[in-house]
């Protein structure tokens, strides 16, 4: 039997990783690979290899969740979306979890019919014990979980699939890993999970010493992007996604509710372009759903929203000016 645990459906008693809801996969369960695996899992018995091949893998998702939306991105702009097949939840849990229940944008489950993201993971491993979390990318051969690690599929997805068509833009090029690495980890840390170490916080000190640096990292970008296009110049990198479905969101959902309201991103006036930049690329603005993430923020976190109200605004307009 399982049970809810800090948002997130935990099968069995097994103990919660963490206590952010879109926060990085901690538990590990599933760190396989599509193509040849880079971490060298593989090489010590500690993953499995998965072939590269068009209409193979599935992806399951919530459109209001951060780490899903960089995938759905990817997909889109590698031109994986003939090749990899999506459902999305609804954007609202039920004391299960993540969902398949009638509701805005869902995309119901092809692979068993399922109603709740954590029977999936049942169906993957009869014993699993852990997160019933999203993003999963799934094997149909197997009927099992290839990763449920938004970072590494970002990776495959970024290249395993090029010889079958896929777009040949590199967002992960050999010259430029470190410094993506490096981005990508001050990202996460202050600003990706550091919005909802906020949002949740408990702690006046902890609340305050997280917006500090979530700020003076916004400030940093804002900063960078003055004298560049994106964050590592004029080349378009996985960190740039990283931070994008963050900044896409915060004046929305982040700046009201998890009290992250020293400023918004519009008054970064580089932040602000960089934004409308990125959104403006083709097949961007599809992927992100603004409905979704306002339905999920607003009814999924009741302690900081107990009246359950979901607000009309703000009006974003996120079209590239002049």
């Known amino acids: ?23 990085e996969n901690q538990s590990g369960q599933f760190r396989h690979w599509i193509g040849e695996d880079p971490r060298g899992l593989h090489a010590a018995g500690q993953a499995m290899t998965y072939p590269a091949q068009a209409g193979r893998y599935h992806l399951v998702v919530s459109s209001a969740c951060p780490n899903c939306h960089r ?22 849990r039920t004391d299960q979890g993540w969902h398949f229940g009638a509701g805005h944008g869902v995309i119901p489950d092809p692979i068993m019919g399922a109603q709740y993201v954590h029977q999936l993971y049942s169906l993957a491993q009869a014993d699993y014990t852990g997160r019933a979390s999203v993003p999963i990318l799934w094997d149909r051969e197997s009927q099992s979980i ?6 590494d599929i970002m990776q495959m997805f970024n290249s395993a699939f090029n010889d079958l068509g896929a777009d040949s833009y590199d967002y992960y090029p050999n010259e430029l890993q470190a410094e993506i690495d490096t981005w990508n980890d001050k990202i996460f840390h202050t600003i990706n999970d550091g919005v909802y170490r906020a949002g949740l916080s408990q702690d006046s000190v902890v609340y305050r010493r997280t917006i500090i640096d979530l700020f003076q990292a916004l400030d940093e970008i804002e900063s960078t992007l003055s004298e560049n296009d994106y964050l590592l110049g004029n080349h378009i990198t996985l960190a740039d996604w990283r931070l994008w479905v963050s900044l896409v969101r915060f004046d929305a959902v982040y700046y009201p509710l998890f009290y992250c309201n020293v400023r918004r991103m519009v008054d970064y006036p580089h932040i602000r372009r960089y934004i409308q930049r990125l959104y403006c690329l083709p097949g961007v603005a599809e992927t992100f759903d603004l409905k979704a993430c306002k339905l999920h923020y607003f009814l999924s976190y009741p302690q900081c929203n107990p009246r359950g109200l979901v607000p009309l605004g703000p009006s974003l307009d996120f079209t590239l000016k002049a």
């Open 1 to 23: 039997m399982g049970m809810l645990v800090n948002g997130e459906w935990q099968l069995s008693d097994a103990q919660a990783h963490g206590s952010g809801v879109h926060r």
């Open 71 to 92: 995938l759905l991105i990817m997909r889109r702009v590698k031109r994986l979306h003939t090749m990899v097949s999506v459902s999305v939840t609804n954007p609202v």
């Open 146 to 151: 290839v990763s449920n690690e938004s970072g």
